[in-house]
């Protein structure tokens, strides 16, 4: 499965809204689709898992929707701190493994 | 807290091999799936392969399958990534995280360590 990330750089003031495409190539199941924030020079942070689900700590401007290949991440008031590379993550179960989105950057406009 | 740390990296010559480690604390190791992601200088993420909670049962990316091996010591909390026959284009960041359950995603991730294949 190819995830396709779009767009692939997004320019947006603080206080807007960011809305962030992954498209896969067949059909994900909704359970198996994850959203990571990366920050320059630092680790992956887990945001969103099964599509939807916000990880342990993140704050409910970040959600997650989706079904089947087209998802979304929206960021509804964008903040200093989320201006950052946002990558989509799917899970094949069959054999397991994993494909990441090329990523999106938002950065300050 | 959870805390993942990785160690191993450095300078290997085209051919050369490399053992990196990642040593967990802060949750039952055994009861957790567990990956290695990479990133080239200036590259998006790239799975690279991952272990269950038993040691059990391995997957890899195409890229480095018959050149990389997972495995786990769950008696000292430990991941480690055998790397040989290396190549240019496996220089990257190198990063260990913890799976969250079903092997998914991971919640938590160290902070990487720099593996550079040049001659």
């Known amino acids: 499965t190819v995830l396709t990330q779009t767009p692939g750089t997004l320019s947006l003031s603080p206080g807007e809204r960011a809305t962030l495409s992954c498209r896969a190539s067949?059909?994900?199941?909704?359970?198996?689709l994850a959203w990571y924030q990366q920050k320059p020079g630092q680790a992956p942070r887990l945001l969103i898992y099964g599509t939807s689900t916000r990880a342990t700590g993140i704050p409910d401007r970040f959600s997650g929707s989706g079904f089947g290949t087209d998802f979304t991440l929206t960021i509804s008031r964008l903040e200093p701190e989320d201006f950052a590379v946002y990558y989509c993550?799917?899970?094949?179960?069959?054999?397991?493994?994993?494909?990441f989105g090329q990523g999106t950057k938002v950065e300050v406009k | 807290e959870v805390q993942v740390l990785e160690s191993g990296g450095g300078l290997v010559q085209p051919g050369g091999s490399l053992r990196l480690s990642c040593a967990a604390s802060?949750?039952?190791?055994?009861?957790?799936?567990m990956v290695w992601v990479r990133q080239a200088p200036g590259r998006g993420l790239e799975w690279v392969s991952l272990i269950t909670g038993s040691g059990d049962s391995t997957y890899y990316a195409d890229s480095v399958r018959g050149r990389f091996t997972i495995s786990r010591d769950n008696s000292k909390n430990t991941l480690y990534l055998q790397m040989s026959s290396l190549r240019a284009d496996d220089t990257a960041v190198y990063f260990c995280?913890?799976?969250?359950?079903?092997?998914?995603?991971?919640?938590?991730w160290g902070q990487g360590t720099l593996v550079s294949v040049s001659s």
């Open positions: 995280a913890k799976a969250i359950v079903g092997v998914i995603a991971s919640d938590h």
């Open positions: 993550q799917q899970y094949d179960s069959s054999p397991p493994s994993w494909t």
């Open positions: 802060g949750f039952t190791f055994s009861h957790f799936g």
């Open positions: 067949q059909s994900v199941s909704s359970s198996y």
